[in-house]
């Protein structure tokens, strides 16, 4: 997507330090970070959010998480615990359409969500 911020990141174009990266996915820490530790993993490909995933898409999500799972460990969160969240469309907050998964950990997070 020519104008997509996130595969602007996944291919390159902008310059991101990545903590994770495969021919399929990449995680890197977020702009404005909410949380001592703030990762997006996203897929390389383009897929709008979650509800843009198809059956197609089952191996992929699932790599995410064991991703997500592996960073969890890796930057210290994984014992005291840690969210995985995808928001989808408006009433979530939504903001960049490509679907992305973030990791929050470092603090206690508080539910229900805001
Ligand atoms: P969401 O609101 O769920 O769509 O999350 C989008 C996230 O992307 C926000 O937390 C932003 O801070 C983050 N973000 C936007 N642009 C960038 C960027 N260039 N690098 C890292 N994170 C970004």
């Given at each position: 997507m020519e104008n997509c911020i996130f595969c602007k990141i996944a291919d390159g174009r902008i310059k991101t330090d990545a903590v994770y990266e495969d021919d399929k996915i990449i995680a890197f820490k977020d702009l404005?970070?909410?949380?001592?530790v703030h990762i997006l993993i996203i897929p390389k490909?383009?897929?709008?959010?979650v509800m843009a995933l198809?059956?197609?898409d089952k191996t992929l999500v699932g790599e995410i998480f064991l991703v997500a799972r592996s960073l969890a460990e890796q930057f210290g969160i994984a014992d005291n615990g840690f969210r995985i969240v995808a928001n989808s469309g408006e009433n979530a907050g939504q903001s960049v359409p490509h679907l992305h998964f973030h990791l929050l950990g470092g603090r206690k997070l508080g539910w229900p969500p805001g």
């Open positions: 404005n970070p909410v949380a001592p490909a383009h897929i709008s959010g198809t059956e197609k």
